[in-house]
């Protein structure tokens, strides 16, 4: 019995002392923790960090689950205003190191910088204005005296305070535009955010690393410097999803292209620095395994490019680009951009088993405009036209294209659409012109058989406009025949062109040899000459010859009937 209540008064007295030492400790601990200790290093440290003077307001001690300080309350210069360019701090966070906490000066093992708030202004002219001037000025407010007793504190003298770890965490970057609408239609471009790195602050160097941010729904990973010489940020975009697309543009100071979507597990490289007096230069790659927008499909797509403040570059590769039912392969082009206008020179693909070389530019302001100037050869014609016309297995050949035209991007293409094409096809045939081949069947013109009828060569000059194509120097050689005409081709398919025939001055004497009052039909060169009309639409063309303007050739009745009959014998047999 005495031995139990020995026991029970040691024990006791062992609690009583941890009550004690507890105590003591707490007290210990939190007057080592005292705002009069920790002011001035997380002034200094943030001072240096954010490139001007900090003050800390607000200071709370936490000793569970270890013991650190938090701070609020913080005013940053004059930088913390609600306009851009401006900064705001949400809090600090400092965890010292708990065995040098008695010390009298700690080991800081942490500072997490909690919830900064960046607003950059882009004006018209394109330069960016910051709130800060970078560590140079930091490091040489640090030492300046306070102006008054609301100022920060200066940093204790004598040996450094040994600083473990500097984080960022909760961050965001607002891109305000004074020209660009933001997707909210507010001045508000872009807005990164939940910025998080670790801090390095070296001399007149700030470094950021293992930088992770997002973009909408799309994440940022890369590394960021600042110097005397400005801001440098390195970054790499995971997977970009349509809905972020806004925001990008936004960044780049651009409006965005109505339903694009980007398909790539890595969609941008991003190399990009900010000097001081606010110009914006950048390189980097975009790829991408698809990007779509409209009927515009491109696949294995590589952009590198560069951007040096005032102009744009890059080198365009692509395996494959779909517009509409027009399918190109091959695709590289040297692309220039200067703010108003880009411009793809040279640009050169294949399709439909031609070679292209041109030049095209796009003036992307409303509403956007655009031209092409260059030229295809060896197309395969029937490819062409059955990919991109209802005239499918019409006309067939090999062709060249120089072409001279322009469009807008708003709006049915066909309203827009004008220019010249100079056209030009070789060793073609043209199929199911009936009255055509019967001709050419009784005639003996050139070779072909049923429907079909061949020629040696046919060109001429389009123009466009208006919703159609005109011509009035279409030629058509085939054989001892010559077709010449002219008219219109209307982008609904229907067709008006007249023109006339003229066989050779052999073939003449053969035809008239049966029929002598032709002869009268021969124009001065001895040529037998009669005039055609070619009606309808593409997909059903009407081909006839016009017997009512004979008579003004030959001047009488009995001519155009013979010519009749003679036509009629040699269509019929």
């Known amino acids: 019995m005495a031995f139990s209540t020995l026991a029970r008064r040691v024990l006791g007295a062992v609690l009583a002392l941890v009550v004690v030492a507890a105590g003591v400790g707490a007290f210990l601990i939190n007057r080592a923790l005292s705002p009069g200790t920790f002011r001035p290093i997380a002034e200094s440290q943030l001072t240096k960090v954010l490139g001007m003077r900090v003050s800390v307001g607000r200071l709370d001690i936490d000793l569970f689950p270890r013991p650190q300080v938090t701070g609020g309350e913080i005013t940053i210069g004059d930088?913390?205003?609600?306009?851009?360019?401006?900064?705001?701090?949400?809090?600090?966070?400092?965890?010292?190191?708990?065995?040098?906490l008695l010390s009298g000066r700690p080991t800081i093992d942490l500072i997490e910088i909690q919830g900064l708030a960046l607003a950059v202004r882009r004006d018209a002219e394109g330069r960016w204005h910051l709130p800060f001037e970078g560590a140079a000025t930091a490091a040489a407010s640090q030492d300046r005296p306070a102006a008054?007793?609301?100022?920060?504190?200066?940093?204790?003298?004598?040996?450094?305070?040994?600083i473990g770890e500097i984080r960022l965490a909760g961050g965001s970057l607002t891109i305000i535009d004074d020209v660009l609408p933001g997707p909210s239609k507010s001045a508000e471009?872009?807005?990164?955010?939940?910025?998080?790195?670790?801090?390095?602050a070296t001399g007149d160097t700030i470094q950021l690393t293992a930088l992770q941010a997002r973009l909408g729904s799309s994440t940022l990973t890369g590394s960021g410097e600042m110097t005397r010489a400005g801001l440098h940020f390195t970054l790499a975009w995971g997977a970009l999803k349509a809905s972020d697309l806004s925001e990008l543009f936004g960044l780049a100071g651009t409006a965005p292209i109505a339903g694009l979507m980007v398909d790539s597990e890595r969609p941008l490289d991003l190399d990009v620095s900010v000097q001081p007096e606010g110009r914006l230069a950048a390189k980097g790659t975009v790829r991408a395994d698809r990007i779509a927008a409209g009927s515009t499909v491109v696949t294995g797509v590589s952009v590198p490019f560069a951007y040096d403040g005032t102009k744009a570059t890059a080198a365009l590769k692509a395996e494959r680009l779909a517009l509409g039912t027009l399918t190109l392969t091959s695709v590289?082009?040297?692309?220039?951009?200067?703010?108003t206008r880009l411009t793809a020179d040279p640009v050169t693909f294949v399709t439909c088993g031609g070679r292209a070389r041109g030049r095209f530019t796009y003036v992307p302001a409303r509403p956007g405009a655009w031209t092409l100037i260059g030229a295809v050869d060896g197309i395969d014609v029937n490819a062409f036209l059955s990919a991109n016309t209802s005239a499918r297995d019409r006309l067939s050949g090999t062709g060249r294209l120089d072409v001279d035209v322009r469009g807008a991007t708003e709006g049915p293409l066909e309203e827009s659409l004008a220019g010249t094409v100079r056209a030009v096809v070789t060793n073609g045939v043209i199929r199911n012109f009936a009255l055509l081949a019967a001709i050419n069947r009784a005639l003996g013109i050139t070779g072909g058989g049923g429907k079909d009828m061949t020629f040696d060569a046919m060109s001429g000059t389009l123009a466009i406009g208006g919703a159609q194509v005109s011509t009035r120097d279409l030629i058509l050689r085939m054989?001892?025949?010559?077709?010449?005409?002219?008219?219109?081709?209307?982008?609904?398919q229907t067709i008006n062109v007249k023109g006339r025939g003229n066989f050779s001055r052999g073939k003449?004497?053969?035809?008239?040899a049966h029929a002598k009052t032709l002869r009268l039909l021969a124009n001065a060169r001895g040529e037998l000459e009669f005039p055609v009309r070619v009606s309808g639409t593409v997909a059903a063309p009407r081909f006839t010859i016009d017997l009512s303007r004979v008579g003004?050739?030959?001047?009488?009745?009995?001519?155009?009937?013979?010519?009749?009959?003679?036509l009629n014998r040699l269509i019929r047999k």
């Open 79 to 100: 930088a913390g205003g609600q306009h851009a360019p401006s900064l705001r701090l949400g809090g600090v966070r400092i965890r010292p190191r708990f065995s040098t």
């Open 148 to 162: 008054s007793t609301n100022q920060p504190a200066r940093p204790e003298k004598g040996a450094p305070v040994e």
């Open 189 to 200: 471009a872009a807005t990164v955010r939940d910025v998080a790195a670790l801090v390095h």
């Open 332 to 339: 590289e082009s040297d692309l220039t951009f200067d703010g």
């Open 479 to 492: 054989g001892e025949l010559t077709v010449t005409a002219e008219g219109t081709l209307g982008f609904d």
């Open 508 to 512: 003449t004497a053969e035809l008239t």
């Open 552 to 566: 003004k050739t030959a001047a009488t009745n009995v001519i155009k009937k013979e010519l009749g009959k003679a």
